[in-house]
């Protein structure tokens, strides 16, 4: 190891336990240490390798070059004064494609929750684009307590990943990227870039322009170095030339100011707003302030705020570094004061949770930890909002995919655009969940919260809460995705068990609204779903969609509606789709909620309760849909796309053949499309197996265990659709896909899927053909 190498590492360790003004000392401390050593071995072994056993370095990352997409960020400032990025093969890969609802609005007038991501460096998991392979790979769903998301690195320029600008924006929330000078290094950048008025504006202009056309909605600066004083009026001119820009470009972006350098120049965290700090938040949308209050700055920093009060963001590190209340398991104590003092709230690194292994697994310690924040903090987004409304409780990792609960992939994957809305229940209280008997009757229901076949809760109402769950959990096939949610127990006969999913603000306007939902269960066990409406001049109104009629829930609810049975023909066996419809005009739907319980022959009177009664429990609630027509997406034929092909690369060896490609599409019209997500398939097709025009391609198959971001190495499946990929915006890269012997061509399809989780058959879907002889 060379002592270059030596001081990130040492400071990398250090940065769990200190603060960071120690860390800058140390920093310079040990870097007066090792450059003379690093100078002395570069004269003593000139071209020698650290480790001259090592296997040699791979090839420098060429952007310009076609490769499996990947986020990645700007080093230099002479890459982000060229615009470089705008010219990489990456680039129209890393565009974000939903935007924020609603667009263009600005942050509400209360206290906020601002979440600065910091894991483990960044571009860990989440720089593959179009998927990674690690089902365990670190993601947030807690997107209803965030008003705002800031993507963080230790790099210049931090582009946000287009997955979590993808979901973030899908439940509310406003992304950020960051701006950072730090070290020496940074000191250097900050001489270049206030060198004049006029090359503060060039950058800041810079920056505005590659949040726009990523599509994430502004920029935390945090200028981590000493500034020469004479400097500073250019610094100003930089915080407020990009904040101007950015709300020119953008209404409703923000651009908020890290508490770091001052007025003065100097490296000086100030730990809460102050004439210091207060010309850098005057000029921009708020400040992020240093973690290492004490516990009457929130309230004066809110008198010097004055009126904007909600634009202080009072930081607190998530390791506990020096951090008031001491973050990690008690980081709502810092919250408590902070929401007390009215002001806003900044949680730094809470991938605490998975960069140190917090027991007994990320996802249970992850749902524990976010309890905490909403216990404290309060619930800040709600949905459904508008329509349509989609959730199959995707939380954007698992070990398989399903389509109308067929399998069509089993791997482990992640990635976060996947995320569909995300249920807003405590899984850690058991006062979360409305236990109900009609009998007074014991109720035992153990309720699973489950990402493809990861259970990560188990928990008994009116029982102690158990921690080691491993033997009791099951492996479900999703309905759509990769994720479900899971009910197993033990459950009475007229017992049900209630959790809420969401809590909503949507206004029931006008025509029918269609609620739809899948079940796959065993026994009696059956699902319903409890919906809450409100009215200024009707009041509350509580309604259940059920199966069957149920004479049991008719005093607990208003009204029992009876849903209808939908049948597909490509639909798994074991699963029922229900539907229903509801005309509330003039009421606002607040709650929605499974209803767990068994199914019993109808009956009006009580029937006595018995030990008999008692009945194993097994259900799972597949997907919600919420819309204003019944009518399924109209798609385009696939003669209104044009296909193509770029960058095709062929390679391989004696007996057996890769390709790699760039394939895009569009409506031949010109119209932008609005579909979400792309599935992408391919068919291997022999000379005799080339299917005739108007032939059905039939069931799809399941892609091989190592079938993964456009790669394929099964030699099984000439003739079916192959599973490889999905894409959100008009254009996928397959890399390396493996092509059978005797293989005569190739058919990529691409499988165009709409908001509410519907999909275009794949006969009638656009497809590029690819000629595989002769290459």
Sequence with gaps: MSPKSIVPLVLQFLRLLITRKTLVSIHRFLSSIFEPVKKLIGIIMPNQSDDQNSDPPPPPFDPY???????????TLEELDSASYFTSFHYPFNKSTVPLRPPNSALPPRPRLLVCHDMQGGYVDDKWVQSGDNSGAYAIWHWYLIDVFVYFSHKLVTLPPPCWTNTAHRHGVKVLGTFITEWDEGKAICK???????????????????????GFDGWLLNMEVQVDVGQIPNLKEFVSHLTQTMHSLLPGSLVIWYDSVTIDGDLNWQNRLNEKNKPFFDISDGIFINYTWKEDYPKLSATVAGDRKFDVYMGIDVFGRGTYGGGQWTTNVALDVIKKDDVSAALFAPGWIYETKQPPDFQTAQNRWWDL?????????NYPKVLPFYSNFDQGHGNHISINGRQILSTQWNNISSQTFQVATSWTYLDSFNCHSLFDVTLKLYIYRKNVNAFTFLFQPFLKYVDNFSSNTIDEASFSGGGNLTFKGTLEANAYVSTRLFLGELVMVGLPVHFMYSVKSEGNSQVGLSLEFSSEMEGKKKLLIASHRLNQFLRKFDEVIVARQLTKSDMASGWAVQESSISLDGYTLTEIAAVCYRQQPESTEPRSINNQDQAAYFAVLGHIRISASVENTVFPPSTSWIVESQDVKWGGSEGSKTVSLKISWKLKDGKNTL????????????????RPLGRKLGNLSLAPSYALNGKSMNSETEGEGEYIGAAQIESFYVSNLIIPFATSSLKYIIQPCDSSGASQDVDDAPFLPLNVEGQ
């Design 65 to 75: 070059k076609p490769s499996v997409p990947i986020s990645y960020p700007i080093n």
């Design 192 to 214: 270049e870039l206030l060198s004049t008025e006029e090359s503060a504006h060039k950058y800041a202009e810079r920056l505005a322009e590659l949040a726009v056309a990523l």
């Design 373 to 381: 924040v909403e216990k404290s903090w309060g619930i800040v987004q």
């Design 675 to 690: 579909f979400p997500r792309y599935n992408i398939y391919v068919e291997k097709l022999t000379k005799q197996e080339v």
